[in-house]
């Protein structure tokens, strides 16, 4: 974790929180169409070379939308397009 800097805390990660998978999740992401992945954002930019598509410069490989998941993990900068 990183250190209080000038009495504000910086985050050695990108802003994210994980969330486990399970069925009623699962069901409630497709029966509402949740949108949650770095492709649904507005800051992603497919240009940029892998895995830095994020116009904040922020990894992308744990948000982007894969086959297999055993936890989503969420990004507090996501800004739904």
Wanted: proline share 12%; glycine share 4%.
């Amino acid at each position: 974790m990183g250190r209080p800097t000038g009495g504000r805390y910086r985050s050695p990660r990108p802003p994210a929180m994980k969330l486990s998978l399970t069925p009623a999740f699962i069901e409630e992401e497709q029966r509402f169409r949740l949108v949650h992945h770095c492709q649904d954002c507005a800051l992603h930019d497919a240009e940029r070379p892998p895995p830095h598509r994020c116009a904040h410069g922020y990894p992308t490989e744990e948000h982007e939308r894969t086959e297999r998941r055993d936890a989503l993990v969420f990004c507090k900068e996501f800004e739904p397009i």
